[in-house]
């Protein structure tokens, strides 16, 4: 499957504990990479840092804290002296009604979805700028971010917000060589979807079978898996991404094809 073209490479993958992120991970790992998983479950990312295969180590970070960012990025520092590759993939979802929104929970929910990749970015500027390595900053928005849906003015303000950091930072930072882009995942099958009833996946609800899979609204009939995003992830992270910079790809089944 690799010639392990990231060899050498140093990634940090955050919020990489499970779902997208692990499976971003493992590609990067099994192409190659030092992976560093950062969650705030420092269990959890310690159990899937031994679960993947090759040079993969576990972080604590809460994204949403300076102060645990900064400790983040000195431990970066004092065991790699760089950073090749930055996926900013840390966020919590939220499904809060208009009428009930609070501006204190309305901040809370951007300060991770939002500031976090804003923060996580500007600590690691330095050791993204050390190194003769390829420099690759991937961000992980949501199609939620480029269309409406109910319920969900915080998570899609965020998501939408990392749509135009990404291509805002793409061209700070192309004089450097440093190349941003970002995926935005339609319809996955990770603990975000699960209903919160614990019912299930919404995926399994029979308005989603019948809407998006019966007739067709995501024309490959199937929600998304975490694998389905880290192949994209790779390629953006890759050596072949060297001319495309500022770029929003929707991973999302063709969904966004259809109205």
Not at 177 to 193: E, H, K, L, S, Y
Request: glycine fraction near 10%; charged fraction near 20%.
């Amino acid at each position: 499957m690799t010639d392990r073209t990231l060899a050498g490479r140093v990634a940090l993958v955050t919020g990489a504990a499970r779902g997208i992120g692990k499976a971003i991970a493992a590609r990067l790992a099994a192409e190659g990479a030092s992976v560093l998983i950062a969650d705030i479950r420092q269990d959890l990312a310690e159990a899937s840092a031994a679960e993947l295969t090759g040079d993969v180590s576990a972080l604590a970070v809460d994204i949403g804290s300076d102060a645990s960012v900064a400790a983040m990025c000195d431990s970066i520092a004092e065991a790699h002296g760089r950073c090749d590759i930055l996926v900013n993939n840390a966020s919590i979802l939220d499904a809060t009604g208009f009428d009930a929104l609070t501006m204190d929970h309305y901040l809370d929910v951007m300060n991770i979805n939002q500031h976090g990749a804003i923060r996580v970015t500007r600590a690691m500027l330095d050791l993204l700028r050390k190194g003769e390595a390829p420099k690759r900053v991937l961000n992980i928005a949501s199609i939620m971010g480029m269309r409406g849906s109910v319920d969900a003015i915080p998570y899609s303000t965020a998501k939408g917000a990392i749509v135009n950091f990404t291509r805002a930072l793409a061209c700070d930072l192309a004089p450097e060589g440093i190349v941003v882009n970002a995926i935005a995942p339609g319809f996955i099958d990770t603990d975000m979807a699960k209903l919160p009833d614990g019912s299930g996946h919404e995926h399994q609800t029979d308005w989603f079978q019948d809407i998006y899979l019966k007739y067709g609204r995501i024309p490959l009939r199937r929600a998304g898996l975490p694998e389905d995003i880290a192949g994209p992830a790779y390629f953006f992270c890759s050596d072949d991404c060297r001319y495309v910079t500022g770029q929003i790809m929707l991973v999302d089944g063709g969904v966004s094809a259809t109205f």
